[in-house]
């Protein structure tokens, strides 16, 4: 898994192939980049054999928390990105170089 946070937005994306899954955190910022978009075309290449399986952004400002997961579940995480006010709008479940998020 790869965290960054330079570009003010949040995006969460997971690949078919074994590159890791890229979170950019970066919504907490003192500007936001503006529109993204919400999904990506399935055969989206955003460098030579690096295709996404799994994309989610929001451009609004926000927080993130990344939790890790105990019990059954030990080996997983999970990343959950709030508004400013603190209501939980998107959670990724993260395991094995791989994430899969959902908006809530």
Request: charged letters at 15%; proline letters at 5%.
């Amino acid at each position: 898994m790869a965290l960054h946070g330079h570009v003010h937005m949040f995006e969460a994306i997971s690949f078919q192939s074994a590159h890791p899954a890229t979170f950019v955190v970066g919504n907490t910022a003192s500007a936001n980049e503006g529109h993204v978009p919400a999904s990506l075309p399935s055969t989206t290449e955003l460098y030579p054999g690096a295709v996404v399986q799994d994309y989610m952004a929001r451009a609004e400002f926000g927080f993130a928390t990344l939790d890790r997961l105990r019990g059954k579940a030990a080996g997983r995480w999970l990343l959950t990105e709030y508004t400013v006010q603190g209501r939980p709008v998107m959670r990724c479940t993260i395991a094995g170089g791989k994430s899969r998020c959902s908006k809530l």
